[in-house]
């Protein structure tokens, strides 16, 4: 049974599986350069199936992550709010009005659409839950037979959190949270407040709380989120719009409480990191609350999570810390473009095509490009380059990245999911303690608050983090040895934890390779690693690493086994 999975509302993509086997998905941002596109993912979908060699009319299903009948209850909260405030109404009054429509239609269309894009056939959508497309996008996945399932977000249909127990192949719905009352729109809303992107910037806000004293939670335990005793909450919407945040509106209300609002581009003053940290510490409550309920509720040792809060890094590694979860997946496509896959998966479930779970180890399931395809390219692009064997390449970046240099690494397929796992990575010396300013100064350009990862070989994490299971995906941040944070100062956050990437000896042989050279070289298993970019999505193409390269200040670039250096 194959099944194509579609996401067209906010961070569109696609996915395609066969009987349960993962054979494709990707990110529609990742091909039209926009990040968070909202969009049918038209050169996802082509992507998806060209890597099959099928058409969309062979499939047996595409399946939506989203009822849009249901969709009423969210776009009659959102004309509440428009109604309520003049304001609000003359800011996003028609144009909100308009996307609303836009998307409603676009979902209620989709048939015709796609007989558009795509040629004749007999499409017929199926129109899942989006919050049990994010359960299946996690627990069908995981290595669990059994299993608590958590999914937290902004807004489904009409809830923000659904709890589950998850067991063979089926899941089954414990307990919802209903809109208004939503973790993911009051972190959205607090990042608004700071003067970050809501629904974009959260992560930087969570890297910011490091810097704070939490001296608000009291007041935002009290007056805006508070915890019920059946493990539900209770967000105060009349204090807290999370409507009107979106567009840089606060009540006077909340103004009195926390004091005034940063505007975009202000200086970041001691206020705004304690609003930080006492909204992280808040949010880490909640989802504490919400988690040892579901534990009560179903007994279960393991935990799966989904939606976008399950970004919140140091959220999840609270969990497993705190509560008695033996282990603890999170989807690393935890935010809607997973819903696509998991509404491949949940699909070919509910036809009985679900022969075979595939237990996600990686996210290599992008487009990837040819020895050949990438000669071409640095050849438009007028570079010259060197082909070196693997043994070769490593040894030589090696010892380059030992020097400070920087590396551009692109390999294979791209990963599936907003972290760059390897493939789509810039790479650096995790030693060098000015490597921070030095990465922002010549490539980045992002707030020096903002913390790097690091790459560690698997079986040698435990000589510099405390008591790291394995953490392939970058969810879940460690305590930094004392030891180590002499050693590896540039991967380590102000707080003295790293979001780390274990890297195994199975998943990714030729970046594993790269570290056991570096670690050769220097006697340090570790490199810094972050995201193939500036300001725009991680690089896809080849054509699109090129100019990346050529606009930045890094030294190396790297396309498989061809090596550029800087003009």
């Known amino acids: 049974m194959l099944v194509l999975g579609l996401s067209n509302m906010r961070d569109a993509a696609a996915a395609l599986v066969r009987d349960g086997r993962i054979l494709a998905a990707a990110e529609e941002e990742r091909f039209v350069r926009i990040k968070h596109v909202t969009a049918l993912p038209v050169n996802a979908i082509r992507y998806c199936l060209g890597e099959a060699g099928v058409r969309l009319a062979d499939v047996d299903g595409i399946a939506v992550p989203w009822k849009y009948w249901v969709l009423g209850r969210r776009a009659a909260l959102a004309l509440g709010a428009m109604v309520r405030s003049p304001t609000l109404f003359r800011v996003k009054g028609r144009r909100g009005l308009e996307r609303l429509g836009h998307e409603w239609a676009e979902l209620a269309f989709l048939a015709p659409t796609l007989r558009k894009q795509f040629g004749a056939g007999r499409y017929r959508p199926v129109f899942l839950d989006h919050h049990l497309c994010h359960a299946a996008s ?129 200086e970041l003053a001691q206020h705004h990191r304690d609003i930080a940290a006492s909204a992280q510490l808040v949010l880490e409550e909640a989802l504490v609350h919400l988690a040892r309920h579901l534990q009560r509720l179903t007994g279960e040792q393991n935990l799966c999570m989904a939606g976008g809060v399950a970004y919140n890094c140091v959220a999840n590694s609270r969990l497993h810390r705190e509560l008695d979860y033996r282990q603890v997946f999170v ?204 300001d725009e999505p991680i690089v896809c193409h080849p054509d699109e690493a090129i100019r990346c390269f050529l606009r930045s200040q890094v030294d190396w670039l790297v396309l498989g086994n061809l090596l550029v250096k800087r003009p």
């Open 138 to 266: 996690s627990f069908l996945v995981s290595p669990f037979e059994r299993a608590a399932i958590l999914v937290v977000d902004g807004a489904s249909e009409a809830h923000t959190a659904m709890l589950a127990a998850g067991e063979g192949n089926a899941i089954r719905v414990l307990k919802r949270i209903a809109l208004p009352h939503s973790l993911g729109q009051f972190y959205a809303a607090i990042t608004a407040y700071l003067g970050f992107r809501p629904d974009q910037d959260e992560y930087i806000v969570m890297g910011l709380a490091a810097y704070g004293e939490p001296r608000f939670a009291d007041v935002l335990r009290k007056q805006v989120l508070r915890l019920l005793p059946d493990g539900a909450f209770h967000l105060n919407t009349r204090l807290l719009d999370c409507h009107l945040a979106r567009v840089g509106i606060f009540l006077p209300e909340l103004l009195r409480l926390l004091g005034v609002n940063r505007r975009p581009g202000e």
């Open 331 to 534: 989807q690393p496509a935890a935010g809607d473009a997973g819903t696509a896959l998991g509404a491949a998966l949940w699909l070919t479930n509910r036809r009985g095509g679900l022969t075979h779970r595939d237990v996600m180890r990686d996210v290599f399931l992008g487009p990837q490009f040819t020895e050949e395809e990438c000669r071409l390219a640095l050849n438009r692009g007028g570079l010259r380059y060197d082909a070196l064997t693997d043994d070769a390449l490593c040894n030589r970046l090696a010892a380059e990245l030992a020097h400070g240099r920087l590396v551009f690494w692109f390999q294979g397929r791209m990963e599936w999911g907003p972290r760059a796992l390897g493939n789509r990575s810039l790479l650096a010396d995790p030693r060098r303690e000015d490597m921070r300013e030095l990465i922002n100064a010549k490539v980045k350009m992002r707030e020096p608050f903002r913390p790097f990862a690091p790459s560690v070989l698997e079986e040698r994490a435990g000589d510099y983090f405390d008591g790291p299971f394995p953490s392939p995906f970058m969810l879940f941040t460690f305590a930094a040895l004392p030891s180590a944070k002499g050693v590896i100062p540039a991967v380590v956050h102000v707080d003295g934890t790293s979001r780390i990437q274990t890297v195994d000896r199975h998943a990714n042989p030729r970046f594993r390779k790269l570290i056991e050279s570096f670690e050769r070289e220097t006697g340090v298993p570790v490199l810094l690693n972050t995201s193939f970019n500036v």
